[in-house]
Each structure stands twice: as structure tokens, then as C-alpha cells.
């Protein structure tokens, strides 16, 4: 008797398995996706579509590469967000070595990239920028949005060790 009651149970083990299989997959497409918003969001100054992956409340924090830029909450978020966005004329970005974990719960993601920069300014055509982010995403009323981030920017060329005078440069015209 025991041994037919646990061939009952094998198939709904089978169809749970399957079902969290579905949900895990469909939830990082879902991340995925929203970073992809992020970047277009960014590549095409379109601050309303921004807004959609980005909370709107004070518990928003983000660090950026200039040592002046904290912003805490959305208000002051903003306005830092357009100001740097109108400084410049192309945004070019291309993200690798993303790693994303999940938290047991499924409603947090916390999250590591590298991206490479292509920027336009009226002051320096396209300079080529590298930067790291980390950050963590929430699920909320059913879509992922950015609850914390820090950027930053190497300050030397990683090959040569060397100061990086141009991306300097940017950087400051840019960041600060």
C-alpha cells in the first residue's frame, strides 16, 4: 500500500517541480526585460519610460560615479536623471556579465553589470565609458523596479593602470 500511495504522489511532485520550473523561467524574463527597458529607456532619454522600472517613492536610492551624486528618493531622483540626460546628445549602451540572483521569496532581485558606454557631447564626440552597477530590483504590483543602484567608473585603464585623462573628463563634464 505505502508504495502506491508514493507513485500517486510522483507525478504531482512532477507537475510542482514543473510549475516552479515555469514561474522561475517566466520571472527572469521578466527581470531581464525590465533591465532592457532600463537601457532603452536611457539610450532614448525617455524619462516616462524610465519611470516605469524606477520606484516613485522616497525609499529610492542610487549612487552614481561622481562623488556628489546620492540621490535619495524619486523627487530628487529625477530631476539629477534629467539634468545628466540633457548634458548629452547620444547614449550608446552595451551591458555584459550580468549577474542575477534571486531571493527564496521571488519578489527581489539583487543584480551585478558591467555595460560600456558610447557618449556624445557638444564637447567630446563619442567617448567610450566604462561602468559597473549593482543593484536590487523589487516586484511590485507585479512589475520589477529599481529600488537601490550604485554605478561607478574605473578611474585608471584596467590594462595599463594608468589615470584615464579622457574618461576624466567626461566623467566630470558629465557626472558633476
Known amino acids: ?48 519610460l524610465l519611470a516605469r522600472y524606477v520606484i516613485h517613492n522616497e525609499s529610492l536610492v ?17 530631476p539629477a536623471m534629467t539634468e545628466w540626460l540633457e548634458r548629452i546628445d547620444d547614449l550608446e549602451i552595451f551591458t555584459h556579465h550580468k549577474t542575477i540572483q534571486n531571493h527564496e521569496s521571488g519578489k527581489i532581485v539583487w543584480l551585478s553589470l558591467r555595460a560600456d558606454l558610447t557618449v556624445e557631447t557638444s564637447d567630446e ?15 511590485r504590483m507585479g512589475q520589477w523596479r529599481v529600488v537601490q543602484a550604485h554605478l561607478s567608473t ?8 594608468e589615470e584615464n585623462s579622457l574618461l576624466t573628463n567626461v566623467r566630470r563634464k558629465i557626472y558633476e
Open 1 to 48: 500500500m505505502p508504495k502506491k500511495r508514493l507513485l500517486m504522489l510522483i507525478p504531482l511532485l512532477l507537475f510542482c517541480l514543473r510549475c516552479f520550473y515555469t514561474d522561475t523561467q517566466k520571472e527572469w524574463r521578466a527581470v531581464q526585460a525590465a533591465l532592457g527597458g532600463i537601457v532603452q529607456a536611457l539610450e532614448d532619454e525617455d524619462l516616462e
Open 62 to 78: 542610487v549612487i552614481g560615479p561622481g562623488t556628489s551624486q546620492e540621490y535619495s528618493g524619486w523627487n530628487v531622483f529625477l
Open 125 to 139: 564626440p563619442e567617448n567610450k565609458m566604462h561602468l559597473r552597477c549593482t543593484g536590487i530590483l523589487e516586484k
Open 154 to 161: 574605473p578611474r585608471s585603464d584596467s590594462n595599463t593602470g
